[in-house]
């Protein structure tokens, strides 16, 4: 099944190469692409991609503020690219439901893989720093979240895929952690995105980190 993805960036340079890279892949289709958030928005209600990959810093609407509303309309998935040195801007994307971010200077290889995970479900983080944001966000919050009713709900076996997530594991990961099977772990998550009444993985995972949920 072919990925149809929309880039958002506002430089035109690099949302060339951004496509070049995606586009050399016969799995992944660019749809389309935006230079402000308002326009990949507006792309995204009209093409409907299965993944918009995201700037965080444009002009006028930016990349938080489209994250928020593409998810909010069921859009697509989104995956953000960003530098390490703006925190501040992915974790509010990641608040908005964003599945996940990768560094700019990804390679080609990766950023494929990423695309195609995140379209499958998957969350994704940088690898050089998945634990060091999820840890950095859960401490630099202001006042700690209430923990969400349905975390009582959840059964053992949910919460420790839970810890799993806040130890930024993925699905197969996990699988090999608790001797289960990928489509069972898969099960697991949603169910545990349904009770917690979360977006995605990536906001599981902070869930897990605030409310000192670790893995078995």
Known sequence: MTVRVLVADDHGAIRAGLMLMLGNDPEIEVVGEAADGAAAVRQARALRPDVVLMDVRM??????????QVIAENLGEVLVLTTFDLDEYVHAALRAGAAGFLLKSVEAARLV????????????????????????????????????????????????????????????????????????????????LTKLGLRSRVQAAILAQENDITAP
């Open 59 to 68: 002009p006028g609407t930016d990349g938080i503020a489209a994250t928020r």
């Open 113 to 192: 893989e990423a695309v195609k995970l995140v379209a499958a479900g998957e969350g994704v983080l940088a690898p050089q720093v998945t634990r060091r944001l999820i840890t950095a966000f859960a401490e630099s919050s202001r006042e700690p979240a209430p923990a969400p009713d349905g975390l009582a709900e959840l059964t053992e076996r949910e919460r420790e895929v839970l810890g799993c997530l806040g130890a930024g594991l993925s699905n197969a990961q996990i699988g090999a952690r608790l001797h289960i099977g990928e489509t069972t772990v898969k099960t697991h998550v949603s169910r545990v």
